[in-house]
């Protein structure tokens, strides 16, 4: 079966849940959002990506109420949400710091905003049921919140959050408490929870690891603007600038000069006029100055000269061994270090190079990117 | 018990040094001491003169020094000794039982106690919410600003209210003057000004819980609760008021505990009309100089507060092992 992929920001047709449009907001002289404007899709799971002080919490309060834009427009659902107070909204947001309240069980926090809707008794326990099992947490629903452990707090909130069935669920970095090892768990519970419910996410993050793999469509943010809105995927590996590139996961990062424009660039660099190949990540012109991304993973390591577009040469710095692969960091002749990763496949193999090897460095040129600096 | 041996010394490895054994004794008996300081200190400031009080309490009263009888005399012999236990009865007791005087007083007293307690938390309750709510960079001073008058003497804050409360004084006058009152109002010597007293002097105490139970507060609870339907008066009385209440609780019993208790304002600020037992205590001590009846005035008041303080100690240490 040829199944859809799901795309609606692709489809021209399909009509957006969120849209914001030229937001902007200012606390006193500092831009928090400078003109930012993103349509959000039903059923998708975004994410909001930066460093922390690049707006992205503060444009994930202005969709939650807590914050009004000082220009531009949110809409939701069609409906413009100027002077729609908090409570107002069809929206749920889910906090970093969980804020769960401390006086009230699990059950009576879960209950709380169902209350408030003046639901009856009958059918406010059929949804706190429903939403305990969701997050399987039926075991605890009579302990208070400082009974349970950090893990099952988070789900509380989750199912807290829940419970109202808004039409957008915000989470303001909601694994940020969480161990390494639990995240990466939730990191999929979290997934299969918003497919099962079918609730639109939007995730607040500065976590890159996490809005890859948990979001539909990641938004990188730096200092109040959006620097680039694309799937995991394309964010990887087809970062629109330097800042994205760097930004998610490791990169080389090669400055040079263009000699050869179009969509294949030519890139001079060092000092031997070594040249590079690969594919424009933008509008590049003989003479431009210019930057080559290439990851890690990318590059291959080998003693002999390799028949490869890319080739360079250099000396073993350092070799770090991290269980499923092995990084070499290779220095050039002018001084510029290449980080290479290979993966180690096999359990038993002798180590084939060592420091200050002299090694060959090769990639094709599609692995990379040329990017304006 | 082990004892240290006596180890040579400089003799190479010794399997302990010298004094070893001795110096883990001596931990010990130190950590003994200083657990046992707050024991002694109990022993001596309270419970001693406490019996003293529960002596005189069932002495008779009488014309010398001190002013009542008996009093042991140890070179007497075994007979004095029996002889002096034998005078002690509790007539002084039957007596707080006969004359209305005393029971009405009790009364009165937790009476004017407890609506004192419930106006300073009216009072209190907003000014902590105020300074929880105030810029971070302020607090401190709203801080200083309660705990201020702590700095001047109780008693002359008490007497300066004489000054603003009297018929002739600064109310009165400002009222008058801007012509709200026609004539000046009777507050001076009258319950309302013991009110007034107790609410000024304790207002801190009641503030500094609540202010404490209200600053932990993550503030993002008063958000989940609007983002989950709460208007702002209902996200108040459902998260901010049931997270406070042991700041509330506490706040109500260190004022109503002492205020039961308070001689002061209502000698100074309450006049004749004002009922309340540690004012008749005073009386019996100083102008009837009948310690007997007075020490039994005061033991039965230390028995009525005894619920308080236990209830209140229980409630402390809840919050102490809800906070663990």
Known sequence: MNETVFAPWDDPDAVPLIKIENVIKRFGDFTAIDDVSIDIFPREFFALLGPSGCGKTTLMRMLAGFESPSQGRISLDGADMAGVA?????????????????????????????????????????????????????RFARRKPHQISGGQRQRVALARSLAKAPKLLLLDEPLGALDKKLRQETQFELMDIQERTGTTFVIVTHDQEEAMTVASRVAVMDAGQLVQVDTPQRIYEQPNSVYVADFIGDVNLIEGRVTKGGDDVELGWGDNDARLFGPAGGHLAEGDAATFAIRPEKIAISREKPEAKNRVQGKILDIGYLGNLSTYHVEMPDGTVVKCEVGNRSRVSRRDFTWDDEVWLSWSDTAGLVLPS | MRRALPVATGGGSAPAPPGY???????????????????????????????????????????????????????????AIREYFAALDFENYVFLTEDDLYWKAYLSSLKIAFVSTVLTLIVGYPIAYGMARAPEAWRP???????????????????????ILANEGFLNQVLVGLGVVDSPLAIINTPVAVYIGIVYTYLPFMILPIYASLDRMDPSLLEAAEDLGCSRTTAFWKITVPLSRPGVIAGCFLVFIPAVGEVVIPYLLGGSDTLMIGKVLWEEFFSNRDWPVASAVATILLLILIIPIVLFQRHQQAQREAGQ
């Open chain 1, 86 to 138: 908090p409570n107002q909204r069809p929206v749920n947001m889910m906090f970093q710091s969980y804020a769960l309240f401390p006086h009230l069980s699990v059950w009576d926090n879960i209950a709380f905003g169902l209350r408030r809707d003046g639901l009856d008794r009958d059918r406010v326990a059929a949804r706190v049921d429903e939403m305990l099992k969701l997050v399987q947490l039926e």
């Open chain 2, 21 to 79: 054994f001795d110096q883990e004794e001596g931990g010990d008996r130190v950590k003994r001491v200083f657990t046992a300081v707050p024991y002694v200190w109990l022993l001596v400031l309270f419970l001693v003169p406490f019996g003293i009080v529960l002596k005189i309490s069932v002495s008779d009263y009488a014309i010398s020094i001190p002013p009542y009888a008996p009093t042991l005399d140890l070179a007497g012999g075994w007979s």
């Open chain 2, 141 to 163: 001073a709203l801080m200083m600003l309660v705990i201020l008058p702590f700095w001047t003497s109780f008693l002359i804050r008490v007497y300066a209210w004489i000054g």
